[in-house]
């Protein structure tokens, strides 16, 4: 079809070509004949002037005739360019048309012979027909795909496309609906049995038994911490405080998490699409890890406090005394901390930015709102009540001191103690007895 457009229009080009170059000799010589007749009739001195005229309205008519020329081989070319293209149009569609019915022909024995195979196939057992059925009548279910048999005829595979994200609650739903509704209702007294896996409801599994699991792991962190700090500091409202601001801290990291991945703008802030769910395990991880930081603070701050109030049994000096001495410390380090948790933001993994925005927002918090400001004012406010413990509890549980001082300075006391006692108290109390 090109060549047969280009031979075209070479053909049109050159016919209207030669029928300009007729029309320039043509009007050339009328031009010639008007210029003669007008030499006769005047003299010698007019005859040049005569000629530059003629010749000026030679070059006159060429030019406009082969503007004519060229317009008209401009629109022969496009007349023949578009009547090529109507030409190669018809031609691809015949073509196209004639692929499409073989593509048919060969779609449809094909499909024949899948059909054949498939009824002759453990795949065509009715108990997994009406299985499938059963699933593709089940709301929220896209799609069933015909069952997958393994060779020894006893197990089979079934793929089944949710209408849901993957993390939706709506796909939690269904899966909860197929293993206890659809499948024991289908299964039932067929001999056979069928259970519900792969990546979606494997992520969901593992959010259900995180989510059981969790209060139990929290309350044996807190159980725990709690009577470590009550064997530490000597103290039943001690412990009880840095408990509950330890769980404070990490409740509102666990809320800053939850708004910035739920709503669009938070989101795109940090280079995210739209709101995500959280991840099951981001929030057990948080906790274990940010409890163990902020009991770390709440350690360096009350060691400090307990010293000074032991020295001087003032409880609003000790804490003042503390705040000054652990302050910067504190401070310092959390900034490093934040600093490397923010970092995490910059990650392309979602669970990742969860992760570290939580705990940036939660040891921002507990380094500066609780531990400069809450702790200090709830420790003022006891006064010396805060170091209260019954004597019953103080002599049935066992002393040790965090850092060892309280220890060293106990044996250092007695052995004062004895150096000082007479010389024959002391063989006596070291020297055995000489008649045993």
């Known amino acids: 079809i090109q060549q047969q457009t280009q031979d075209a229009k070479e053909q049109a080009k050159q016919k209207i070509q030669a029928e300009a170059k007729q029309q320039q000799e043509q009007a050339a010589q009328k031009i010639r004949e008007e210029a003669d007749q007008a030499k006769q009739q005047v003299g010698s001195r ?34 023949i360019q578009k009547q090529a293209n109507q030409k190669e149009a018809q031609e691809d569609k015949s073509i196209a048309k004639k692929v499409k019915q073989q593509a048919a022909k060969k779609e449809k024995s094909s499909g024949q012979d ?11 057992d009715p108990r997994l027909t009406d299985l499938r059925t059963d ?39 269904l899966v909860q609906t197929l293993r206890n509704e659809v499948i024991p209702k289908a299964t039932r007294g067929k001999q056979m049995g069928a259970d519900v896996g792969a990546t979606t409801a494997s992520y969901i599994d593992l959010a259900s038994e995180i989510s059981n699991k969790l209060p139990l792991v929290i309350g044996i962190v807190l159980v725990l911490s709690f009577l470590l700090l009550l064997l530490a ?3 039943l409202l001690v412990p009880l405080k840095a408990v509950v601001m330890n769980v404070f801290s990490i409740l509102a990291a ?5 708004y910035a991945f739920d709503h669009t703008w938070t989101a795109r802030l940090i280079g995210l699409e739209g709101p995500i769910p959280i991840v ?59 600093s490397v948790f923010l970092a995490f933001v910059i990650n392309g993994d979602p669970t990742v930015k969860q992760f570290g925005l939580g705990m940036a927002v939660a040891v921002a918090v507990d380094a500066t709102v609780v531990r400069c400001v809450l702790v200090p004012a709830i420790m003022s406010l006891l006064g010396s009540v805060g170091w209260w413990m ?12 965090i850092e060892g001082n309280e220890w060293f300075a106990e044996h250092e006391d007695q052995a004062s103690a004895q150096a000082n006692q007479p010389q024959d108290d002391r063989k006596k109390q070291y020297e055995p007895d000489r008649a045993d």
Do not use: C
Request: aromatic share 8%.
């Open 46 to 79: 007019g005859q040049d002037a005569i000629d530059n005229v003629a010749q000026q309205e030679i070059d006159k008519q060429n030019k406009a005739i082969d503007q004519q020329a060229q317009q008209e081989i401009d629109k022969q070319n496009e007349s």
């Open 114 to 124: 899948d059909k054949e195979k498939f009824l002759e196939s453990k795949a065509s």
């Open 135 to 173: 699933l593709q009548k089940t709301k929220g279910v896209d799609g069933v795909s015909l069952p997958l048999v393994n060779k020894k005829g006893d197990a089979a595979v079934y793929t089944v496309t949710a209408t849901t994200a993957p993390s939706s609650r709506a796909t939690e739903e």
């Open 233 to 235: 500091f000597r103290s």
């Open 254 to 258: 666990f809320g800053v998490v939850t």
């Open 280 to 338: 099951s395990f981001v929030p057990l991880m948080m906790f274990a890890i940010l409890f163990g930081l902020s009991m770390d603070y709440e350690v360096f701050l009350m060691t400090h406090v307990r010293e000074q109030w032991k020295e001087t049994n003032d409880p609003h000096e000790a804490v003042v005394h503390g705040l000054a001495s652990t302050a910067r410390v504190i401070t310092s380090a959390a900034m490093i901390m934040v």
């Open 390 to 401: 019954p004597n019953w509890l103080e002599r049935a549980t066992p002393k040790f001191s």
